[in-house]
């Protein structure tokens, strides 16, 4: 299994659907981090058949509301000392900025540039352009 | 506080209320209000024409006292220059005191909210919303039918495009005892964003049908809007569907003595002319009704 043991202090972003470690490494923007970065792709897991598994070591402060929206079956686990802190579940967050873009031609973020794309979530539980109310429909983009 | 008006939400119910109270004594005394908001200038920025909405915004603040500056299209402002729409509301925000907007894509004075430091009425954004109409729908309501709740009301025509729809639904059923019934062709039918978010998710009993004839006699407003030809893809759709859904003296004949008769106008053809004579004929007092919401929505949102 993992070395989770050899983080003294960083997150465990475990249980990524496999195959889309590297999409969340950049929407993250991990690659900007000055700190040990390891991506861990393809391996067993007893829950979910084959996983990703993204550890990060150092004290950080991540967005990672984003996550809930990506895939809500990931889980994160704090890691101090050595020792599991905390593991966390995600929810969905009530607004996504610039995470995924609207796609209605008579939105006003069609016609300009430069405006934050945002959809917050609406009490169905899915997200709607603030500006046009348009609903995201993730099989569309 | 700065207060805008965008969606037709962002007024509490207990607002709209005292709004429409402030309009009915306004349309009662209109000379107490003449130099309301006098030395005050309310800026029309209008990036397409809508001659008749316009109009109602600066008679409203004309009737106050106030004054009036703006553009009405946008191929002679600085819209088709290429400035953003917060660069504008920004400069707008040392001329005027307040602002109304209208804007061909959706979701425009909601962005011109965030930049301004005035006051900014929605005054119909694409095919979304436009909340002045509402108000103006929800006065002539009171006023027909002496409340806004415990009423069946039917919309007709394009419910997928028609902004005024949207808007006075989302608002009405905010009063308890609303039923509704969507009088529109398949294609026109109101968006699901409507029926489940609003209608399903708060209980709210309503009803689809294509005809108009099958609506008729349980209604107490008939809110009738049109049919547009921009609207369609192809010519022959438009054809097809622009006269299934046209009011006439004959098809009111089921109707209650009491049925009001709405419509944002300008109509076409979707109303014919001889039912103008008849008592429920409704839309010429909204059209002015609009006028007195508009004025107390100025008071209100200048603190006046
Ligand atoms: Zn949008």
Same mark, same amino acid.
């Given at each position: 299994?993992?070395?989770?043991?050899?983080?003294?202090?960083?997150?465990?972003?475990?249980?990524?659907?496999?195959?889309?470690?590297?999409?969340?490494?950049?929407?993250?923007?991990?690659?900007?981090?000055?700190?040990?970065?390891?991506?861990?792709?393809?391996?067993?897991?007893?829950?979910?058949?084959?996983?990703?598994?993204?550890?990060?070591?150092?004290?950080?402060?991540?967005?990672?509301?984003?996550? #809930?929206?990506?895939?809500? =079956?990931?889980?994160?686990?704090?890691?101090?000392?050595?020792?599991?802190?905390?593991?966390?579940?995600?929810?969905?967050?009530?607004?996504?900025? =610039?995470?995924?873009?609207?796609? =209605?031609?008579?939105?006003?973020?069609?016609?300009?540039? #430069?405006?934050?794309?945002?959809?917050?979530?609406?009490?169905? #539980?899915?997200?709607?352009?603030?500006?046009?109310?348009?609903?995201?429909?993730?099989?569309?983009? | @506080?700065?207060?805008?008006?965008?969606?037709?939400? +962002?007024?509490?119910?207990?607002?709209?209320?005292?709004?429409? +109270?402030?309009?009915?004594?306004?349309?009662?005394?209109?000379?107490? *209000?003449?130099?309301?908001?006098?030395?005050?200038?309310?800026?029309?920025?209008?990036?397409?024409?809508?001659?008749?909405?316009?109009?109602?915004?600066?008679?409203?603040?004309?009737?106050?006292?106030?004054?009036?500056?703006?553009?009405? $299209?946008?191929?002679?402002?600085?819209?088709?220059?290429?400035?953003?729409?917060?660069?504008?509301?920004? %400069?707008?925000?040392?001329?005027? $005191?307040?602002?109304?907007?209208?804007?061909?894509?959706?979701?425009?004075?909601?962005?011109?909210?965030?930049?301004?430091?005035?006051?900014?009425?929605?005054?119909?954004?694409?095919?979304?919303?436009?909340?002045?109409?509402?108000?103006?729908?929800? @006065?002539?309501?009171?006023?027909?039918?002496?409340?806004?709740?415990?009423?069946?009301?039917?919309?007709?025509? +394009?419910?997928?495009?028609?902004?005024?729809?949207?808007?006075?639904?989302?608002?009405?059923?905010?009063?308890?005892?609303?039923?509704?019934?969507?009088?529109?062709?398949?294609?026109?039918?109101?968006?699901? *964003?409507?029926?489940?978010?609003?209608?399903?998710?708060?209980?709210?009993?309503?009803?689809?049908?294509?005809?108009?004839?099958?609506? @008729?006699?349980?209604? $107490?407003?008939?809110?009738?809007?049109?049919?547009?030809?921009?609207?369609?893809?192809?010519?022959?759709?438009?054809?097809?569907?622009?006269?299934? *859904?046209?009011?006439?003296?004959?098809?009111?004949?089921?109707?209650?003595?009491?049925?009001?008769?709405?419509?944002?106008?300008?109509?076409?053809?979707?109303?014919?002319?001889?039912? +103008?004579?008849?008592?429920?004929?409704? *839309?010429?007092?909204?059209?002015?009704?609009?006028?007195? %919401?508009?004025?107390?929505?100025?008071?209100?949102?200048?603190?006046?």
């Amino acid at each position: 299994m993992l070395y989770i043991d050899s983080i003294q202090n960083g997150l465990v972003i475990d249980h990524i659907q496999a195959g889309t470690s590297m999409r969340i490494y950049h929407l993250l923007k991990l690659d900007r981090l000055d700190c040990g970065v390891a991506i861990i792709k393809n391996v067993r897991s007893e829950k979910y058949g084959r996983k990703d598994i993204i550890k990060i070591e150092g004290e950080i402060d991540l967005n990672l509301d984003i996550l #809930g929206y990506l895939d809500p =079956n990931i889980t994160i686990v704090v890691i101090k000392d050595g020792n599991v802190a905390e593991k966390k579940s995600l929810t969905l967050p009530k607004t996504l900025t =610039n995470v995924i873009r609207c796609n =209605n031609p008579r939105c006003i973020t069609s016609a300009e540039e #430069g405006i934050d794309h945002i959809f917050s979530l609406s009490e169905k #539980g899915c997200y709607r352009c603030i500006y046009c109310d348009e609903e995201f429909h993730p099989s569309r983009s | @506080m700065l207060r805008h008006l965008i969606d037709p939400l +962002d007024l509490s119910k207990e607002e709209v209320i005292s709004l429409l +109270d402030l309009a009915d004594d306004i349309k009662q005394h209109p000379e107490n *209000y003449r130099e309301k908001a006098r030395y005050k200038k309310l800026a029309t920025l209008f990036y397409e024409p809508s001659t008749r909405t316009r109009l109602s915004f600066e008679a409203a603040m004309l009737n106050l006292g106030g004054s009036v500056l703006g553009f009405s $299209d946008s191929s002679q402002s600085s819209a088709t220059k290429g400035e953003s729409i917060a660069d504008t509301i920004r %400069v707008i925000s040392a001329y005027a $005191d307040i602002c109304a907007m209208r804007h061909p894509k959706e979701g425009a004075p909601l962005r011109a909210s965030h930049y301004s430091r005035i006051p900014v009425i929605n005054a119909g954004d694409g095919g979304h919303q436009h909340p002045t109409q509402t108000l103006t729908d929800l @006065m002539t309501i009171r006023e027909r039918e002496g409340r806004l709740s415990d009423l069946t009301i039917g919309v007709c025509g +394009d419910l997928k495009f028609g902004r005024t729809v949207h808007s006075l639904i989302k608002s009405i059923i905010r009063f308890p005892n609303i039923r509704l019934v969507l009088i529109s062709p398949e294609e026109l039918r109101v968006p699901d *964003y409507i029926t489940e978010d609003e209608l399903k998710a708060k209980n709210i009993p309503f009803t689809e049908v294509r005809s108009l004839d099958d609506a @008729m006699a349980k209604l $107490d407003i008939l809110y009738m809007t049109r049919v547009q030809r921009e609207r369609f893809f192809n010519e022959e759709d438009y054809v097809r569907l622009k006269n299934s *859904y046209i009011l006439t003296t004959d098809k009111l004949r089921p109707a209650k003595e009491t049925l009001a008769v709405l419509h944002p106008l300008p109509r076409v053809n979707e109303i014919t002319l001889a039912v +103008d004579n008849d008592p429920r004929a409704a *839309y010429f007092e909204q059209a002015e009704n609009g006028v007195y %919401v508009r004025m107390a929505l100025i008071i209100f949102l200048l603190g006046l």
